[in-house]
């Protein structure tokens, strides 16, 4: 299941980077930063008596960093792609 969200997060990039490119604009990246893993351990007992028994759950987050050296309206044109649940993207504008 980790691999599915894994593959989705790099279609997203593929497509931003491909549309970046038709717009002939300057892209660098994506560039992965490191996966951090969220570890939560519970208690499978909800009165606490009996063995002890734990769940183990754990959420992977994965970044990509793309830099587009273009204007607002053409970044608005491209990151406006059908987006899969679970995969985010933040948009920065930096002054320069």
């Known amino acids: 299941r980790q691999y599915q969200r894994r593959v989705h997060g790099e279609k997203v990039c593929n497509e931003l980077v491909s549309g970046a490119k038709k717009h002939k604009l300057r892209v660098k ?33 994965h970044k990509r960093l793309i830099d587009l050296h273009s204007p607002s309206e053409t970044v608005k044109q491209i990151t406006s792609i059908n987006i899969e649940p679970g995969v985010e993207v933040e948009v920065t504008v930096a002054d320069v």
């Open 29 to 61: 990246g994506p560039v992965r930063f490191p996966t951090k893993t969220l570890r939560i351990t519970t208690r499978k007992s909800p009165c606490g008596e009996g063995t002890n028994t734990w769940d183990r759950y754990q959420m992977r987050i």
